[in-house]
């Protein structure tokens, strides 16, 4: 695992993630610089793995287009999975994913049964991205 990699994406993905559970909206300009960043470090640096880095984008796109279409996942959700795939590929982008889907999951059952929230309440998924982004590197580091 690179270092480089896993630095950049955890600080935006952290810097995000507070953005978002602040004022729940992102700038685009944040969006784009991260967006730029995200393509420059995968092309200087990760040559060679472009079937990955495509196989990753198509499902950030897809999310994204998926969250456009239905409502339930903001743009810049879909945004920051594109980069994710950008980064790490299908595989590592969809694991992390996963990751942040079960974790939500787990607060929304926490929410409706603890704190009688509604099945509507908007959560935040930018840091459930972050806390799934940092699983991977866990499970990357301990088991290699």
Request: contains cysteine.
């Amino acid at each position: 695992m690179d270092i480089g990699k896993a630095v950049w994406t955890g600080m935006i993905l952290l810097t995000g993630s507070i953005m978002d559970l602040r004022k729940q909206k992102l700038p685009y300009v944040f969006l784009l610089a991260c967006a730029l960043g995200s393509i420059v470090l995968a092309a200087v640096k990760y040559q060679g793995e472009w079937l990955q880095t495509a196989g990753g984008v198509l499902l950030g796109g897809s999310i994204l287009l998926f969250g456009k279409w239905s409502g339930c996942i903001g743009m810049a959700d879909g945004i920051f999975i594109t980069m994710l795939g950008i980064l790490y590929g299908a595989a590592g982008s969809g694991e992390q994913v996963l990751y942040a889907v079960f974790l939500t999951a787990l607060a929304a059952v926490w929410l409706i049964t603890v704190r009688g929230a509604e099945a509507k309440t908007r959560v935040p998924f930018l840091p459930f991205l972050t806390a799934g982004f940092v699983i991977y590197m866990l499970r990357f580091i301990v088991c290699g």
